[in-house]
């Protein structure tokens, strides 16, 4: 097989004259911590060994030209103050970043970029992200601008807010952004302070589980969710001044004023508190080397965001519970926004063949379709690609 960067590189020499840098950008896991990141909660993700590959030159024209390889489309415009939604999302996607540039007062000269990628796209595995915070590491460094690593996360983020219009979290753009091979990085998503916890690829292997359901409530819910965790807030603060997010809520306060907050409202809320507490107990389990007991946080994770926060589906509760009965499964859980997409399993070493042959058995004999299944390694975040070393 033709490595994927010579082709892109083979791409960008039929569209365009000059030499490019080469910028790869991953997609994302999240082991523990669901719905937190909003919250101003923990979360426990990491960046993965599937990414977009960008190759990109100034082309001192006013102009952006951008090849999508894998969609085989192109998209041209002049460099301007504000840009029109273009329609194509993956336009949206790298306009929204542009403008953040700019909107940091820092110029965006004419450039070109041709990208391709093996994110599966709405796996709910970031592809957007990967995408967002390519384009900005890429303008980096093209212009100089002089980003950290940290503002290129948040202009990203912003550029999904304000541009793409979905209120996410920075959970996906830091992580993606942020990677380190072989480490989760647990998140402090109020301080944006992380720190880097060793997973044990000797003793486990990842398996993602795509339902290849597509997650078309996804965004609405989610907004439903963020408003229902702010009135949970609004509530509280009556009592506790000090109370900003969900995060400064403990299971007691939350518990005592659990009547003068609608059922749900309440329900979400526990689902929030609790949640950002087993990131905590998570990360100590790793920190002991309890991979058992980790696992066993995933499922609790699981049964929280399909009881109490209401964001899984069928296809997804199913692929848990399969593994509930699978003892070289560690823990399995749902991942990501919800409504679809993959859960996270934690395999213990050596049994990957026997547990995906039995997942898609059990899955087909009761849902008559087909799941996915990608075997992921933790990798670096974004960064400048070398194309002698990927495919
Ligand atoms: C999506 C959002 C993230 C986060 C997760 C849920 O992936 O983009 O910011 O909120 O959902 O944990």
């Not at 306009?95 to 110029?107: D, T």
């Not at 503002?151 to 219009?165: C, R, T």
């Not at 939350?254 to 949640?275: D, G, P, S, T």
Request: aromatic share 8%.
């Amino acid at each position: 097989m033709k490595k994927r960067s010579e082709n892109i590189l083979r791409l960008f020499k039929k569209h365009f004259s000059d030499e490019p840098v080469l910028v790869q950008s991953p997609g994302r896991i999240n082991l523990i911590g669901e719905h937190t990141d909003y919250n101003d909660g923990f979360v426990l993700p990491a960046a993965i060994d599937k990414n977009i590959l960008f190759a990109m030159a100034p082309n001192g024209i006013d102009k952006i030209r951008l090849v999508s390889a894998d969609m085989d489309q192109t998209y041209e415009t002049g460099i301007a103050d504000h840009y029109q939604n273009a329609g194509q999302s993956w336009v949206n996607y790298i306009l929204g970043v542009v403008e953040q540039v700019q909107k940091k007062g820092k110029p965006v000269r004419g450039f070109d970029c041709v990208f391709g990628g093996n994110i599966p796209i709405g796996a709910g595995l970031s592809s957007s992200a990967a995408l967002e915070g390519g384009v900005l590491f890429g303008l980096n460094e093209l212009f100089r601008l002089d980003f950290s690593l940290l503002e290129i996360a948040l202009m990203a983020q912003a550029a999904e807010n304000q541009f793409v219009g979905v209120q996410c979290g920075i959970m996906d753009q830091f992580a993606s952004i942020h990677g380190k091979e072989g480490h989760a990085l647990k998140l402090d998503c109020r301080t944006l302070d992380f720190s880097l916890y060793p997973v044990k690829t000797d003793i486990v292997d990842i398996l993602l589980c795509d339902t290849k359901v597509h997650r078309e409530l996804a965004t609405s819910e989610y907004n439903v969710r963020r408003s229902q965790c702010e009135q949970g807030v609004k509530t509280l603060q009556k009592h506790e001044s000090g109370i900003q997010k969900l995060r400064d809520v403990s299971h007691e306060l939350l518990e005592f004023h659990k009547q003068e907050m609608a059922e749900i409202v309440y329900r979400r809320c526990r689902f929030v508190v609790n949640e950002n507490q087993r990131v905590l107990n998570a990360c100590d389990d790793l920190e002991s080397g309890n991979i058992e007991s980790f696992g066993q946080r995933m499922y609790e994770s699981h049964y929280g965001l399909r009881d109490e926060y209401e964001v899984s589906c069928r296809e997804l509760d199913l692929l848990v519970e399969i593994t509930e009965n699978l003892d070289s499964v560690l823990g399995a859980r749902m991942m990501g926004g919800g409504f679809g997409g993959c859960t996270i399993n934690l395999v213990k070493k050596g049994n990957m063949q026997e547990i995906k042959e039995t997942i898609a058995g059990i899955y087909r004999t009761n849902l008559n379709s087909d799941v996915e299944f990608y075997e992921v390694n933790i990798s670096e975040g974004t960064g400048l690609a070398d194309p002698g070393e990927l495919i």
